[in-house]
């Protein structure tokens, strides 16, 4: 008897599995547009420098050892990475209503988020943009929770669906969630500006929903913390009651290291030691404890100053070549005139393009010019360096004439 006979293969995932395609072709002239990690110019990993310094202090510490960390984490790291996203000075730290619990990563805050929400709150539906990262979806839904999208990108103006998204926004039931990418859109690249934050501020108060905001690429968007946390510091100083699932990948370079934090914003302090509780009860029905060392890289830069400092100006670094990029590519596509208007390109913001690629191009682009990219025509900026960037346009042109 084959007692897993019947199991059938699974399709690719479709982001992860275009890293594997990549690795697989042995082309000279092959790009990888799907990465969702960042590249330096010469296509290669970076480690921050902070990082390093941080990991030989961890090393050289004689006080470290390698004991379980409670189901909250490691305290130091979460009161950390809660002002970091928080700001300094924000009334709801002072007032000790932010229940804060360290994740394994963003997707794990969402995983435990999604759970918590399910089992305490249970909301008639979560909300998120169409499209989002497919992740969202599954997540959500494997939690229990029902899943449906609002309007979000519009592909005429390729920019956002302001109205469509508001007038979904006021038709959904009373304590629904709803996601927001806090910055650096995934995968449109499109934000919304402080006028249109705003308008959707003003739906979610009036209608009763909870906003849950996604921060993936805080510092990594703008190259400033401070410009890229402004929609969640504007609803959690301005009285919300929110979830923010915080992410260490992107802006300390952490991926593998599994490094992150959910928070959840209560009315007061004992609603937040109660929530906490209950957070804990997940995180122990699912892994017990989140892993170390990350926290401890991440606590170690966070609370030296000059080391904090050294880390803000490298990830000013990356950003600034991340635009710098997207300035070049649009350059090149004027020079070869590909027809259409391709200054999205600039005015997009943070890892990822959505160039308006249709399935078709993106299979050119794949088939015939080794780009590797998402389907949905979503390229990696990280991708793109000096070197490769004439050849990108080139096969953009191609695909689209
Ligand atoms: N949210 C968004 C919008 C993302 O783009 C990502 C990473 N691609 C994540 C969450 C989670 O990333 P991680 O689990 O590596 O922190």
């Not at 609002?150 to 006021?170: A, V």
């Not at 968007?221 to 009285?239: M, P, T």
């Not at 990280?382 to 695909?399: E, L, M, P, Q």
């Amino acid at each position: 008897l084959n007692v897993f006979g019947h199991i059938k293969l699974a399709p690719p995932d479709p982001i992860l599995g275009t890293a594997e395609a990549f690795k697989k072709d042995t082309h000279a002239d092959k790009v990888n547009l799907g990465v969702g990690a960042y590249r330096t110019d010469e296509a290669k990993p970076y480690i921050f420098k902070a990082v390093k310094e941080a990991e030989k202090r961890i090393l050289a510490d004689p006080t470290l050892n390698k004991e379980y960390l409670p189901m909250r984490g490691l305290d130091s790291f979460n009161s950390l990475a809660r002002e970091l996203l928080l700001g300094k000075g924000c009334a709801a730290i002072a007032e000790n209503r932010v229940a804060t619990i360290q994740c394994i990563s963003g997707t794990g805050s969402l995983r435990v988020g999604a759970e918590f929400l399910k089992v305490n709150v249970n909301p008639p539906a979560v909300y998120v943009s169409s499209p989002t990262w497919g992740n969202h979806l599954t997540i959500f839904k494997k939690a229990g929770c029902i899943v449906r999208e609002y309007p979000y990108w519009k592909p005429e103006t390729r920019g956002i669906d302001i109205e469509g998204m508001l007038n979904t926004l006021s038709s959904a039931p009373i304590g629904a969630v709803i996601l927001l990418h806090v910055c650096a859109h995934n995968p449109t690249g499109v934000d919304p500006t402080p006028q249109q934050w705003d308008q959707i501020q003003n739906v979610i108060t009036q209608k009763r929903l909870i906003p849950y905001f996604d921060s993936a690429y805080q510092g990594f968007a703008s190259g400033d913390l401070e410009r890229d946390a402004y929609v969640v510091r504007k609803f959690v100083n301005e009285g919300s009651q929110c979830l923010v699932s915080q992410s260490f990948a992107k802006n300390m370079g952490l991926y593998g290291e599994r490094i992150g934090a959910l928070h959840i914003i209560c009315r007061n302090k004992v609603t937040a030691e109660h929530v906490l509780s209950q957070a804990e009860i997940v995180v122990r029905q699912m892994y017990s404890n989140p892993p170390l060392h990350g926290a401890l890289i991440a606590s170690v830069i966070l609370a030296d100053p000059a080391l904090t400092q050294s880390w803000k100006v490298e990830l000013k670094a990356i950003s600034e070549r991340i635009i710098q990029m997207r300035v070049r590519l649009l350059e090149e596509l004027i020079k070869l005139k590909v027809p259409g208007d391709w200054t999205h390109i600039t005015s997009q913001i943070g890892m990822f393009s959505y160039t308006g690629l249709t399935s078709q191009q993106c299979e050119n682009m794949i088939n015939k010019w080794h780009c590797y990219m998402l389907k949905n025509g979503r390229i990696s900026m990280s991708g793109i360096n000096t070197k490769n960037v004439a050849y990108v346009a080139r096969a953009i042109k191609h695909s689209v004439d």
